[in-house]
């Protein structure tokens, strides 16, 4: 079992960058998907990013490809979120969730077992 602890989050004008991390206690997180979802205010939750676990392959909701990268440092313990050219749509509490098995590269929020307390991004316009 790990733990998730994002930070970074905070208020940024339209077009303002942000970089988001969640650091992972309790086990290797060599053999654990990470993910990164975020839910806006009466939203559904929704995947932003996902990552392999070798941090090969990716993929992006299509609203922030191009904008946002999602990397990991498995000697750190950690998977960051950087988001660039942010626009008030991205405004949500940004969470990291993790799970074994099965594929890494998938924004459904069903599989996933273990989440963070999620950070706040709020962008202005």
């Known amino acids: 079992q790990v733990q998730l602890v994002e930070s970074g989050g905070g208020s940024v004008q339209a077009g303002g960058s942000l970089t988001l991390t969640c650091s992972v206690s309790?086990?290797?997180?060599?053999?654990?998907?990470l993910v990164w979802f975020r839910q806006g205010v009466g939203k559904k939750r929704e995947g932003v990013a996902s990552i392999t676990r070798d941090g090969s392959q990716t993929t992006y909701l299509s609203a922030v490809e191009g904008r946002f990268t999602i990397s990991r440092d498995n000697t750190k313990n950690t998977i960051n979120l950087q988001m660039n050219s942010l626009k008030p749509e991205d405004t949500a509490t940004y969470y990291c969730?993790?799970?074994?098995?099965?594929?890494?590269?998938?924004?459904?929020?069903?599989?996933?077992?273990?989440w963070g307390q999620g950070t706040q991004v709020t962008v202005s316009s």
């Open positions: 309790g086990n290797s997180i060599g053999s654990h998907c």
């Open positions: 969730a993790a799970k074994l098995g099965g594929g890494c590269l998938t924004l459904n929020p069903s599989p996933f077992t273990t």
